[in-house]
């Protein structure tokens, strides 16, 4: 019984392309995330400034925003396959000159961010492409839903590792070797890639010019609230919550006293919790309300930013980090799941695009907001008002789901009197 268990959460390796994609991806990702977290603490530790923070991540994230829904056409009218190599081949060439920069010591603030910037446009078309091919790699669509899972399940080992690996290389080789180590890390995603095997590619016919896509677009999130309503969440989360990360290295240098070591532990105790956070999806029953976990995981984080911002103990704050990281996880992967299980297959890639507007447009524009907050507040004082609002959103929501519940009961209830009057006659 066991064994069949582990068969059932596994399922999606008995894809020979789908394992291929997650073996490189794997590798990628936990690169992505060393690299990630040594371009803020280069930045930091050169300005000593939480604006620069916020800047780093407008940098590198608010070019997805401008560019994602170009990104989601160009998913919906070619290819995929041959896009997610192109921009995984450009954005290891991304990674080899931010490391060509560092290591000959030869770099000012404003070359970082412009590279930022190049990847951030990268991913602007490499986010619509990859998420909807996962459906062209697995054979048995019933093994879909687990496959997503199992991506999930990926992306937060990899927010575990990669922190941690790269607060260690930083400490001990710098960080040009950090993101040396990630334009490597490409290599296996690549090579990933170039063994899977799909069938012939056919192109879609499209007489609609791009005005007409970007339109259709918008009228089909206007025709289902259902998807519409979680993409404004996400957005309203990716903006005022979300990036809370963005002053993690005025903790770990100014809060606790430590270095590039203790910011990539920092880092880690969050990826831990995503961790946890992603067992506890994978392990719901059918028929779970994915939208009280929602409520709940909003909670979660709230509470968690609170009192990590209030304690100096770092074992104790390394608590507080993990549930902050279980929530904030566990509210992206559910409002996605939402999404994708809801979006007609002709409409993936621009709705996928859209999630990355919502993502990557209010993300970068919150930590700019955070970055100068906390100039004036402090840090500490700045991810406690954030941990507030995280409360009040939850309160929102729970406003939503009781009025939603009992819109259900009036409706129930009016059938069943509908029956009763229908029996009597």
């Known amino acids: 019984m066991q ?132 459906h062209e790699l697995v054979s048995n669509k019933e093994d879909i839903p687990n496959a997503l899972a199992l991506n999930s399940s990926m992306v937060n080992i990899a927010r575990l590792v990669g922190p941690a690996l790269s607060g260690i290389v930083l400490g001990s080789l710098g960080a040009g070797i950090c993101f040396l180590i990630n334009a490597t890390s490409f290599v296996a995603v690549i090579i990933s890639l170039l063994l899977i095997k799909l069938p012939a590619y056919k192109p879609v016919p499209s007489k609609n010019k791009i005005a007409k896509d970007i339109t259709e677009g918008f009228d089909y999130l206007k025709r289902t609230p259902s998807i519409s309503l979680v993409l404004l969440l996400l957005a309203i989360l990716s903006l005022l919550i979300l990036p809370y990360d963005t002053l993690l290295p005025v903790f770990a240098k100014i809060v606790f006293k430590g270095d590039a070591t203790t910011f990539g532990y920092i880092s880690s105790f969050i990826g831990l919790g995503a961790i946890g956070g992603t067992i506890f999806l994978a392990s719901l029953k059918q028929g779970a309300s994915l939208k009280l976990l929602l409520l709940i995981n909003i909670t979660l984080v709230g509470i968690g930013l609170i009192l990590f911002s209030r304690i100096s103990n770092f074992p104790l704050a390394m608590l507080f980090a993990t549930l902050s990281g279980f929530g904030a996880m566990s509210q992206n992967t559910i409002c996605l799941t939402i999404i994708q299980v809801k979006t007609d297959a002709a409409m993936r890639g621009r709705v996928m695009s859209y999630v990355a507007m919502a993502y990557f447009g209010m993300l970068p524009l919150g930590s700019l907001i955070i970055g100068a907050i906390s100039l004036n507040v402090g840090a500490p004082d700045t991810l406690l008002f954030q941990g507030i609002i995280s409360l009040i959103i939850a309160g929102i929501v729970a406003a939503f789901l009781r009025r939603e519940r009992l819109k259900k009961e009036d409706i129930a209830q009016l059938e069943e009197a509908e029956e009763t009057a229908l029996e009597g006659i």
């Open 3 to 134: 064994n069949g268990n582990k068969l059932n959460t596994f399922r999606a390796f008995q894809n020979r392309n789908y394992t291929l994609y997650f073996t490189g991806q794997s590798v990628s990702l936990i690169g992505t995330w060393m690299q990630r977290t040594g371009i803020s603490w280069v930045v930091y530790t050169m300005t000593h400034s939480t604006f620069m923070l916020g800047l780093s991540v407008f940098a590198s994230q608010f070019p997805s925003f401008l560019f994602s829904l170009w990104g989601g056409i160009l998913s919906d009218r070619y290819n995929r396959y041959k896009i997610m190599i192109a921009t995984q081949a450009a954005s290891m060439i991304q990674a080899i000159l931010l490391a060509i920069l560092t290591l000959t010591n030869h770099f000012v603030v404003w070359q970082i961010l412009t590279l930022s910037v190049i990847l951030g446009i990268i991913n602007a078309f490499d986010l619509p492409a990859r998420q909807p091919l996962v």
